[in-house]
C-alpha cells in the first residue's frame, strides 16, 4: 500500500460545527419569527382561540419595539392583524355603544376588544419603521380601516379612545404618500373631517395631539392644498391652546398646524380677517419671548482707571487726654465733676445716656485717684448734669424693664483725618502737622503766621489763594474762611474711598484741583443680553407663522420682503420685481385690502413686543428686526 493511500485512509473528518443558537435577545426568538405558513404566532392568531391570541399579541407586542420586525416577513402577518380591528370597526364598536355604561362589558367582549386594540398597537408601533410604513401605504386593507374607523366610531367614547388614537397614528406613518379624492368625492372617502372634528372638540389630549399631527402631514402634500378650509375647528383648536405654554407637545402640534394652513396664500389672506388674529399674533411673540434664553454680557470700551486714596475721617468718642487729666484732678469736687462733663459731654437734645453708664465714665476717670481725690457719690454725679446742662434731665422710662437714663446730652465725638486739619500757609509748604481740630487750626495760624507778620496790610498765604492786600484786621476774618468744618462731609453709600486721577503718578492732592484734567469714567463698561442657545423648534415655527402673515399683510406695501439669501421658503414671496410691479397695478379685492390693513394694525401693535426678541440666528433676527421696522413705519 502507497504512502498516499496511508495517508487518505486515516485522515481525520471534519467536525460539523453546531448550529447558531437562536438570538432571545429582547425577547426576539427566532423560531417565532420564521417566514413560513406554519408559524406559530400566525396560527394562534387565526385559531379564533382566545388564549392562543392574547399569546400570539403579547409577544408580537414585545417583538414589533425590535427595530429587526417586518411584517413582510412572515406571509398573511399583516392580514392576520387586520382581523379583529375589522371586527371592531364594523360589529365590536356597537356592542359597546349600545350596552348600557354603568357596568363593565361582559369578560368576552372586552377580551375581543383588547385584541383589536392590541393588534392596531403592532401595526402602529411596526409603522415607526419605513419598510413597514411602505408595507402599510400600499395595503389593500389599512386605508379602509382608517376611513371605517374615523367614519363610524365615535370619538368621545371611552371605549373608542385608545383605539382611535392607534388608528390616526397609523393615518400619520402613511400620510406623506397619501394623496385625498377631489372635495366633490364621496365624504366617506376623505379622513380630514373626522380628523377636523376630533381636532376640534374632542377632550381627548392625546386625540387632539394625533389629529393636528396628522393634519399637518396631511396638509404638508401640496396636493391636498383644496382640502384646506378657513373656518377649520383644527385652527380653532390650535389658537386656543396656544396660552398653554407648558405643555409643549400640544403647542408644538398646535404651531405645526396653524403654520401648515397658513402656507396656503388663499387661507393667509382669510386670516387676517379672522376676529382673533392680533391676539394671536401676541400669543405667537409670548411664545418666543418665553422660551428665549439669554445671558447677561458686560465688556469694558474704557481706558483703565487710576485712583487714589482719599481722605479718610474717622469719628471716636472723645476720651480725656493726658493734659486734661491733669488739670481736673486738683479742683475740688463739685467744680470738677462740672468741668469733667464740659470736656466729656455736649448737649444734643436727642441725645440719651444710661446713669449707669453715666456714672462708669466718671468712676473709672478719678477711682484711681481717690485716694488723694474723693469721688462724689453716684447720685450726686447725676444731679450735676442739670447744672452744667440745663435742658438735659435725669429720668426714669417705664418698662417692662425700667429704663434709668439721662437725656439731652451726648458724647463729645473726636475727628481725625490724614489732612483735613492741614495748615496750607505758604502756598501749602508749612511743615506744622496736622492739627485735632478747627480751634486748634485757626490759633496756630494767627500765632504762627498772622500776628509775627509786620505792617498794615498783608497777602494771604493760605494754598492757591488769590487775595494780596488785606487789612490784618480783617485777616483775622478771612482765614476762616479756608478753616475746614469740623464736622466730615456727607458721603453717598455708593461713593467709593477713593478718587480717580488722569493718569497713573498723577499728584493728589493738587493745590487747585479745579485745575486738574478730567480723569476717565471710573465706569465704562457696557452690559446687555443676548440669547447663548437657539430657540426650540416651537419658536422657530411660531415665528414662521409670523413671517408668513406679516408677508400678506405688507403684500401691497414697500415693506413687502423680496427673495434673496435671507429670505425664502415663503408662500408667494416675490421673486421678480417685474412681476411685483405688475401685480401692484392690478386692483386688490375690497376683502384683501381690508385684511391687509388689519394685518398691518396688529403687526404694529405688537411691535413693543417684538423689539424684546432675541434669537441667535442672524438670519431669523433679521427678520424680527425687518418685522419692528415695519411697525414703526407701517400704515392702517
Known sequence: ?????????????????????????????????????????????????????????????RLCQNEQFMLRAIPGLTDALFEWPEWYTKEGAKQFTTDPVFFSAPPQKERRRRHAIESLFILRNAAMHPSNAEELAIHPKTRDLILCSLHNLKPDSDANSEYLLY???????????????????????????????????????SLIIAALTSLTTIFSNPSNASHVSADSPALET?????????????IDAALNYMYAHLSYPPMTKAFLLHPRMPGTLRLLVSLILADQMEENVSFEIGL???????????????????????????????????????????????GELTQVDFWNLYKDVFQPHQDKYPLLVASDVIKNVNTVFPQAQAMVLPGPPQ?????????????????????????????????????ALYEHVLEQHLQPFEGTHMPCLWATCQQTDITKSQMRGHVLTHMPDMQPPPKHPS?????????????????????????????????????????????????????????ASFA???????????????????????????????????????GERRGRKAFIGIRYLMEDVRLRHETFQGWVTEMVDAGLSGTT
Open 1 to 61: 500500500m502507497s504512502i498516499l493511500a496511508q495517508s487518505s485512509g486515516h485522515r481525520r473528518q471534519t467536525p460539523i460545527p453546531p448550529a447558531p443558537r437562536p438570538n432571545l435577545t429582547d425577547d426576539y426568538e427566532r423560531w417565532y419569527t420564521e417566514a413560513a405558513p406554519n408559524n406559530r404566532m400566525l396560527l394562534s392568531l387565526r385559531s379564533g382561540i382566545d388564549s392562543e391570541v392574547a399569546w400570539a399579541l403579547d409577544r408580537l407586542c
Open 167 to 205: 388608528v390616526i397614528e397609523i393615518l400619520q406613518s402613511i400620510a406623506l404618500t397619501l394623496v385625498l379624492p377631489p372635495p366633490n368625492a364621496s365624504p366617506k372617502a376623505n379622513p380630514i373631517g373626522p380628523l377636523q372634528q376630533i381636532a376640534g372638540f374632542s377632550s381627548n389630549r
Open 238 to 250: 390650535s389658537m386656543n391652546v396656544l396660552p398653554l405654554i407648558l405643555d409643549k407637545e400640544l
Open 304 to 350: 483703565p482707571a487710576y485712583t487714589a486714596p482719599a481722605q479718610t475721617y474717622t469719628i471716636k468718642d472723645h476720651d480725656l487726654t493726658k493734659e486734661e487729666l491733669e488739670t481736673l484732678l486738683p479742683m475740688s469736687e463739685p467744680q470738677r465733676c462740672y468741668e469733667w462733663m464740659k470736656t466729656m459731654f455736649v448737649a444734643q437734645a436727642d
Open 403 to 439: 429704663r434709668f437714663v439721662v437725656r439731652g446730652v451726648d458724647r463729645r465725638k473726636d475727628f481725625s483725618a490724614s489732612a483735613q486739619f492741614k495748615c496750607q500757609w505758604d502756598r501749602s509748604q508749612c511743615s506744622a502737622e496736622a492739627f485735632a481740630s478747627t480751634d
Open 495 to 551: 461713593q467709593p474711598d477713593t478718587i480717580t486721577v488722569p493718569s497713573a503718578g498723577y499728584p493728589h492732592p493738587v493745590p487747585e484741583p479745579t485745575t486738574r484734567p478730567p480723569p476717565p469714567a471710573r465706569s465704562t463698561r457696557v452690559t446687555y443680553m443676548r440669547p447663548h442657545v437657539d430657540p426650540p423648534p416651537s419658536s422657530l415655527t411660531a415665528l414662521l407663522c409670523l413671517r408668513v402673515l406679516f408677508r
Open 556 to 594: 401691497s406695501a414697500d415693506a413687502a420682503p423680496r427673495a434673496d439669501d435671507d429670505h425664502f421658503g415663503f408662500p408667494g414671496l416675490v421673486d421678480d420685481p417685474e412681476e411685483d410691479a405688475e401685480e401692484a397695478g392690478n386692483k386688490h379685492l375690497d376683502s384683501d385690502m381690508e
